[in-house]
């Protein structure tokens, strides 16, 4: 998998709906396969393939594995991890073309580590709500790019940086 998109899940979700509102309990797991119905949703196929959201978990769901495919999308529970930030730390530090990563987080520790290898970063709530408008190719903007967009398509050249006006003309483009 070449991964174009990193998404810190927990992050993203940010739930706040208390466990006793919840008779049977399952609020959590319904909130992380709501986000990833979403992801599902917006994302392209390609960018569905290159996708991977990651989680905090001592152990999987009951009946799943650490790590699972729901069409397309990667689903990474951080089971040998103390959490999620450390398995986030290790597949950007590990990524062969960390130019063409996006890391979706607001967590500053995960942001630090994808500044240091130059992949783009993003903050959680920005971007879900981009997603959720369908403006995903500009959703992701770097924080140390001067606001200045970055697709995350797989084709750019690292060193490029795409201004607002010339995402939305390729979205027209392609139709999007």
């Not at 119905?37 to 991977?52: A, G, I, P």
């Not at 240091?116 to 770097?142: T, V």
């Not at 140390?144 to 003309?169: C, I, S, T, Y």
């Amino acid at each position: 998998m070449s991964l174009l998109l990193l998404i810190d899940g927990y992050n993203v979700l940010a739930p706040v709906a208390a466990p006793n509102r919840d008779p049977d309990g399952r609020w959590l797991q319904r909130e992380r396969m709501n986000l990833v119905r979403r992801l599902v949703e917006h994302l392209t196929d390609r960018q569905k393939e290159n996708t991977c959201v990651v989680f905090d978990a001592a152990k999987p769901p009951e009946g799943r594995p650490s790590s699972f495919l729901v069409e397309g999308v990667t689903v990474r529970f951080a089971v040998e991890y103390p959490e999620a930030d450390d398995l986030l730390e290790e597949l950007i530090a590990s990524h062969t073309a960390p130019r063409n990563l996006m890391v979706v987080s607001s967590d500053h520790r995960v942001q630090a580590a994808a500044k240091r290898r130059g992949c783009g970063f993003c903050d959680s709530q920005p971007w879900l709500d981009d997603l959720l408008d369908g403006k995903i190719a500009s959703a992701c903007k770097s924080r140390d790019g001067a606001g200045q967009g970055r697709v995350v398509e797989g084709n750019e050249k690292p060193n490029r940086v795409v201004n607002e006006q010339q995402v939305d003309a390729w979205l027209k483009e392609f139709g999007f």
